[in-house]
């Protein structure tokens, strides 16, 4: 990023760009010089929410979690730095910081969590590779909230698959203080909870004398399940709160002098204020004053088919190759579990009577990692700057990197080894889990397999390497669209 920041000069992009108000000393330059291209397009927002609050409308479109750990991070690890960087530095140094380490925790999340759904440790650990070089793998290193909501939600998906409901909660409630699309979120717990119950029926059913207890049970499932939903939603409900109080209140106002830069940039670029001289924003006077929705609504035009424009066409373009990917995981699992789909999954099966689920991509317990990856990318598609499509289901949702991981799998001899490896109770190095590598001596080698898919290039199939290629050089045409302001983005 350093070297495509340097060479590539950057457009005039109509971005968030607030001007730098302390003279910058010459670590500040070195720092920007080494990673400035991480802290371009939204990046800049919660940087300059992290330094100075909420000040502009349209920050409130960036949920605070975030912003608040980089400003902790900086304030409370960084602070020997404090006399060679000014904050907005340390404030950069503390965000690639802790996007790294989120990365590495949110990978190791979605292995433990692919361990536990698949029920095949190989091609959980292929995943969580495919992790590491996704196309949304700049996001997780720039400034951006994607690598904390990742793991988040792979760690709280983790402890749901587990039983752990009210850690779970915990962890979805605070990945949606840092992103809004985490209220979906909630879906996971009313399909679980509405599973276990429809199950339970299954097994009672014709016993009249168990009807009372299982009244009793539906309460209590209705009660648990509305408890936990309205956690989650409960730091979007705040957020939304202190928005309504700094900018409609009847004190709302500049709390302390707001710097003349600042001021100038609001004037020449239209970015509202907290409410001065009595005069509130439109959104204000709504019946619910949802402060999320009016700016995307007003700021960047967010809404179904708005953005279906011919000059959005290469926008399009790099949206396509994750919808057809993530279009071709569903269209594989419906067409694999079709009855398992039209039941949505409610049904007992024999094999869950027989103790011997399915295993891999195609298993049961992928349904409602399906239908929310499927939510997402309707949505998103239909509803949202095609642009983001990438690194909003990247960090959302297993399914890519599970689907992928399958196709590698199912499809690739290279990954193929003697054994099978489709249960997760008995602990087994990883030399089992990868296979023995050619030409190896015989006593079990482990290796990374995208290495040795790289390594053996000519050797793999064609759909090895269309999926590879997707990570690869995706990966890298992201690198250069977030590093630099290019005309047509």
């Known amino acids: 990023q350093a070297l495509f920041n340097l060479l590539i000069p950057d457009h005039a992009a109509d971005a968030f760009y607030p001007p730098r108000l302390s003279e910058p000393g010459l670590w500040d330059l070195l720092l920007e010089r080494l ?20 000040l502009y409308e349209h920050n409130c479109a960036f949920f605070p979690l975030y912003p608040l750990s980089v400003r902790a991070a900086a304030e409370a690890a960084l602070w020997p730095l404090q006399r060679l960087l000014r904050l907005r530095s340390r404030l950069l140094l503390s965000a690639v910081l802790l996007n790294s380490l989120f990365s590495v925790l949110a990978a190791a999340a979605l292995y433990k969590l692919g361990c536990v759904v ?49 850690l779970s909660g915990l962890l979805f409630s605070l990945a949606s203080g840092v992103r809004a699309n985490g209220l979906i979120n909630a879906g996971f717990f009313l399909y679980s909870r509405g599973k276990c119950f429809a199950l339970q029926l299954q097994v009672g059913s014709g016993s009249v004398r168990k009807l009372p207890p299982v009244w009793k049970q539906l309460l209590s499932v209705a009660s648990s399940a509305i408890l936990m939903c309205a956690g ?9 709160y202190y928005a309504y109080v700094r900018f409609c209140g009847p004190g709302a106002g500049l709390e302390q002098a707001v710097p003349e830069p600042l001021l100038q940039l609001a004037l020449d670029k239209g970015y509202r204020l907290p409410a001065v001289n009595g ?40 949206a396509l190759p994750v919808t057809l990917l993530g279009s071709w995981a569903a269209w594989t699992y419906i067409i694999a579990n079709p009855r398992h789909c039209v039941t949505l999954g409610l049904e007992r099966r024999k094999s869950e009577e027989e103790g011997k689920p399915r295993a891999g991509f195609c298993c049961p ?26 690194r909003f289901l990247g960090s959302s949702s297993p399914i890519l990197y599970w689907f992928s991981a399958h196709l590698l799998q199912e499809h690739e001899p290279l990954l193929r080894s003697e054994g099978t490896d489709t249960q997760t109770v008995a602990p087994r190095s990883e030399k089992s889990l990868l296979g023995k590598s050619p030409g190896s001596s015989g006593k ?12 053996n290039w000519r050797l793999i199939t064609p759909l090895s390497k269309c999926v590879l290629g997707f990570f690869l050089s995706y990966w890298l045409l992201g690198l250069i669209l977030h590093c630099n302001f290019l005309p047509w983005t």
Not at 35 to 54: P, Q, T, V
Not at 444 to 455: C, D, F, H, I
């Open 35 to 54: 990673l400035g291209g991480l802290s371009h397009w939204d990046a800049e927002h919660f940087l300059f929410i992290a330094e100075r609050g909420y």
């Open 118 to 166: 698949l029920q095949c440790r190989r091609v959980a650990f292929l995943a969580a590779l495919l992790f590491s070089i996704s196309p949304a793998n700049v996001f997780m290193a720039a400034a951006y909230s994607e690598s904390m909501f990742a793991f988040l939600a792979f760690s709280a998906m983790w402890q749901l698959e587990k039983g752990q409901s009210w």
């Open 232 to 240: 989650i939603f409960l730091p979007f409900v705040l957020f939304q």
């Open 279 to 318: 005069v509130k924003p439109p959104w204000c006077s709504q019946r619910f004053p949802v402060v999320y929705s009016y700016i995307q609504d007003a700021y960047w035009n967010v809404g179904f088919l708005r953005y279906f424009e011919l000059r959005q066409i290469p926008n399009f373009l790099l």
């Open 365 to 390: 317990a992928v349904f409602v990692y399906v239908v929310h990856a499927t939510v997402l990318l309707a949505f998103g598609f239909f509803c949202m700057h095609v642009q983001v499509l990438t």
């Open 444 to 455: 079990g080698t482990s290796e990374n397999p995208v290495m040795k898919l790289l390594r």
